[in-house]
């Protein structure tokens, strides 16, 4: 059924192409760079880019606006003079790809401005704005031999990058970082910034990207990504580049990691491989981002209902295969990237294939209280684990353009996993008067398979009127997974005289079989109603269906587990159809844009225990209500209003009604009744940067309270210390969860220096029920931070950081205990440059917890690293470095949380203090004019 509804998708896809007669022209609006006045009267020429002969020449519009018609295909440059204001130019191309050229907005500059703030070094203009795009031209930057990528956008105003190479742009992260507007691995930012050489940058984009769907159709749907797009020099498509880096320490600590990458005009080649056990793992994976939480039924904003499984939750130990700062890692991985464009450009190809194994051992310690309304039970346990997880994932990407008004985009992604855990634990709980509960001990494995597949096909099509569009979306996931595992469990309970009162031992095998197929469909029309007013139409069609099986074994005869635990076992099997149909208006006028509107879903749901034929059907409808709002005072400055209110399902694991003893002293157990809950959510944004002050304003503000929500019902044996826990709503409480974040930075001239505030807030109420009574929990988390940063080119670069933080919790059933308590974190980074091609590197984070009710005991953690290295040749193509890492040997994790009557503390072991010496190689044979292949 799977490949019957792609290929008819297809089919009709193909069927509706068509091909429309090319009409070259150029348009766009004149405005001054505050963009309180257009520029009417404004002179427009095109010229020829070969001889610069004049070919086309008009005046603006009253209102700035100009269109300019009845151009040949071929390259050439527009420029614009207004009195006063200093001359704009832009090369531009027109041909099949391109027919019409619309530059926007176009912001002209007063000259007596550009004296004063002076954001042009020689001919070369360092910065210019487009629309909502600010473009950095690399040549207006200082740029030495092999810098990286991250050297250049250092030096950009109102862009930050940290030690570890995260960027910060306009108060938010970018996390997407492209080459030549196409997927470079795509998961890591960090492998493009700092293994791409700066001196092969031509400009470096800014924008917030936006999802296929709001591109094409032009309506905002509220998904945008910080993006930066590293567009290259002509010459420098052309030819090989690469790194190797080669690392020894002393306790058994090493690192390497290389790369390759071959360039031409069409294709791009890239390999890399690392081997490491310092915490460098190569690209992170983003094989989950199909799949929620293991039997999740979700819905989207586009008001599709989803069901996923997940192999992980099968009532055993799972690891996700990512490195978390818990434990010592030890990572191999390796992978390619191939890319190429044929056709005019009218069709390209995007491949990825990785490849990697991890393994991380460690051990964790965790404390509880438990505040129960007459009592409060404290218990400590720890973990030691080993877990290690195989991987490898293959993708593509296929884009065609059918011709001038349609298009075809065509992905699909496999990925095998296999993941192992073996963990051991240790539990003790004593009572108020310290007098000993009850002891664990138990050990758990875990084996699990699992095979991942996507696909989707996404086809657009421009009709005949301006505005008037249809997108067709399809979609196919499939996931299976298999797992098996034993549980070997000692629990001993004990009376109020420390005396053994009695022990239950455990000893079982658990296999789990998950299957899972899910296929989406979309159809979406959009109709202009005015030239201000268009109107959005969605139908969508979906199809579930899913078996989760679990079985428990116990044994006949010692190693021999053949006896089925019915309490403990289920085979569940989910079916799902739904139909969805959504409708917005998009109102867009001037400096504002309003989109409003709902999407509902009308959901057929059965689950059928086959253990005992035993079926649910449920049918429901959900509501999805939209209004997105955005004010752009001007072109570096908006302001966002959104509010999305949507319905959860509960989860497999929330439904499914048998027991879960993966901890004994903790059993879970499902409850088919529970209903949906449905979530109000409102955010508020705003942001403002002055190019040539180097100022940034963020602030941002969010709150969502939940209806009916999914909680807790834990029943507590005061005598054994044992808790059971049951879903179930919760009908006369609203919880709710606010945050508030502001950030102000701008570049003091006279100094050079870059300067900021930060201020975060944040809280939640929730509810759960303990032994049926009915407890709050309140938290609240304030902190504060200023920072400060200097950056002079081949001298240094210092940046700096401190602040405070204080957390308030509370509980309704035991108001006398809390988890208050403060804080400050502060950290520093510095290099400097010195003679002789010799750097010295530092930086230090120091966090300081004080004590609380609770936990009894100061936290107090600096970690120092530093390092000196020695370039050598006029390039600088191999660097020699001596690095240490934890040079206070005080690196360890902790966490504190707070929830319903449960406050936690956690610390886990990590990487601590080693010394490292390392050799960095680099190779580069780039330049000539790009060859055509």
């Known amino acids: ?28 609006v004149a405005v001054d760079t505050s963009e309180k006045k257009t520029l009417s009267n404004t002179s427009i020429m095109v010229l020829n880019a070969k001889d610069s002969v004049l070919r086309k020449f008009t005046r603006a519009a009253g209102d700035g606006s100009f269109s300019i018609t009845g151009l040949e295909a071929g390259k050439f440059i527009l420029v614009m003079t207004y009195p006063d204001y200093a001359d704009y130019t832009e090369n531009f191309t027109l041909d099949e790809k391109q027919a019409t050229y619309d530059f926007g907005k ?105 999802s296929d769907q709001a591109t094409f159709t032009g309506i905002d749907d509220g998904v945008k990504t910080k993006t930066l797009n590293i567009k290259l020099k002509e010459d420098k498509k052309n030819g090989y580049f690469g790194k190797v880096d080669a690392g020894i320490g002393n306790r058994g600590f090493y690192q390497g990691q290389g790369m390759y990458n071959r360039f031409t005009a069409k294709q791009k080649f890239a390999a890399y491989t690392t081997d490491a056990n310092t915490g460098k793992t190569g690209l992170s994976w983003n094989d989950n981002t199909k799949y929620g939480d293991s039997g999740n039924v979700s819905v989207d904003e586009n008001g599709g209902v ?69 009592n409060v039970f404290n218990s400590d346990a720890t973990q030691n684990f080993n877990n290690s997880m195989f991987r490898q994932k293959l993708d593509f990407i296929y884009q065609v353009k059918l011709d001038t008004t349609a298009t075809l985009k065509i992905t699909a992604d496999g990925t095998y996993k296999n993941g192992k855990t073996n963990s051991d634990y240790n539990s003790t709980t004593l009572r108020s008067d310290s007098s000993l509960l009850n002891t664990n001990k138990r050990k758990v494995t875990n084996d ?70 899910v296929f989406n469909s979309n159809l979406t029309y959009t ?5 201000s007013v268009s109107l959005s139409l969605n139908y969508g069609f979906n199809i579930n269906n899913g078996t989760t099986d679990r079985r428990v074994y116990k044994q006949s005869s010692p190693g021999v587990y053949n006896v089925l635990d019915d309490t403990l076992s289920n085979n569940y099997k989910l079916n799902q159809l739904s139909n969805q149909l959504g409708l917005s208006l998009n109102y867009k006028t001037g400096k504002s844009t309003l989109n409003f509107g709902t999407q509902a879903s009308d959901v057929a749901f059965t689950q059928t225990d086959q253990f005992t034929d035993i079926s649910y059907k449920r049918h429901f409808i959900n509501w999805n209500p939209h209004i997105r709002y955005q004010y752009k005072p001007s ?103 606010y945050n508030f974040w502001g950030s102000i930075g701008r570049k003091i001239s006279p100094l050079d220096v870059n300067v ?140 504190r949380n707070a929830y319903n009557n449960l406050i936690t503390q956690d610390t886990y072991t990590t990487i601590k203090r080693y010394f490292m010496c390392s050799v960095i190689w680099d190779f580069n044979v780039m330049g000539g004019s790009a060859v055509k292949k």
């Open 448 to 517: 699990e398979v699992t095979h991942l597949f996507n696909t989707s096909v996404f086809y657009t099509k421009k009709l005949k009127k301006k505005g008037r569009t249809f997108s067709a979306l399809f979609s196919e996931a499939v996931n299976n997974a298999d797992s098996k595992g034993y549980l070997h469990s000692n629990t001993g309970y004990y009376n109020t005289s420390n005396l053994s009162d009695s022990a239950r031992a455990i000893d079982q095998y658990n296999t789990n079989i998950v299957r899972n197929t």
């Open 106 to 210: 176009i912001s002209l500059i007063l000259k007596s401005r550009l004296l004063k703030d002076v954001i042009i070094k020689g001919q070369t203009t360092a910065i210019k704005i487009k629309g909502d795009t600010t473009e950095f031209n690399a040549k207006a930057y200082v740029i030495q031999p092999n810098d990286r990528v991250e050297d250049l956008i250092k030096q950009f105003p109102g862009i930050q990058v940290d030690k570890d190479g995260k960027i910060t742009a306009q108060g938010k992260t970018v996390e997407k970082v492209l080459v030549d507007g196409e997927e470079f691995f795509g998961d890591d930012p960090t492998l493009v910034t700092k293994n791409l050489r700066a001196d092969m940058v031509d400009k470096v984009q800014l924008y917030d990207k936006k």
């Open 1 to 28: 059924m799977k490949i019957t509804f792609l290929s008819i998708a297809l089919l009709v896809l193909f069927s509706l192409t068509g091909y429309a007669q090319s009409n070259y022209a150029v348009k766009g």
């Open 756 to 895: 900021g505030l930060d201020l975060n807030l944040n809280g939640s109420k929730s509810y759960g029920y303990t032994n049926n009574l009915l407890n709050s929990s309140t938290s609240n988390y304030y902190s504060g931070s200023i920072r400060i940063g200097k950056y002079v080119k081949d001298k240094f670069d210092i940046s700096g950081s401190i602040g405070p933080h204080y957390s308030i919790s509370k509980s309704s059933l035991q108001t006398q205990v809390n988890n208050n308590g403060g804080g400050f974190n502060t950290s520093g980074y510095f290099t400097v440059y010195l003679p002789a091609k010799i750097s010295l590197s530092s930086n230090i984070d120091y966090n300081y917890t004080a004590k609380t009710a609770t936990f009894n005991n100061d936290f107090k953690v600096a970690i120092l690293n530093a390092s000196i290295s020695k370039a050598f040749f006029k390039d600088r193509t191999l660097n020699i470095s001596i690095s240490g890492n934890d040079l206070l040997d005080q690196n360890r994790g902790i966490s």
């Open 306 to 374: 989803s069901i996923f499984f997940s192999g992980a939750d099968d009532g055993l130990d799972s690891f996700s295969g990512n490195y978390d700062g818990r434990g010592i890692p030890k990572a191999t991985t390796g992978g390619f990237h191939y890319d190429v464009k044929w056709g005019k450009d009218n069709q390209s190809l995007n491949v990825n294939y990785k490849i990697g194994q991890l393994n991380v051992d460690g051990a964790s310690r965790t404390q509880t209280q438990n505040n129960q309304q007459d």
């Open 635 to 737: 072109t570096q400055s908006s302001l966002y209003f959104n509010y999305y209110g949507y319905t959860s399902q509960p989860t497999i694991n929330q439904i499914q009604p048998v027991k879960n003893n993966t901890d004994p002293l903790n059993i879970l157990l499902g409850n088919p009744g529970l209903d949906p809950s449905f979530t109000h959510s409102v955010n508020l944004y705003y942001y403002s940067y002055k190019v040539l002050s180097g100022q940034d304003i963020n602030f941002g503000a969010g709150y969502s309270q939940t209806a009916n929500q999914i909680t807790n019902n834990t029943s507590f044996d005061a005598t054994s210390g044992k808790s059971t826990t049951q879903y179930v709503n919760l009908s006369n409480k609203t919880p709710y969860n």
């Open 527 to 531: 109709e202009p109603l005015s030239k």
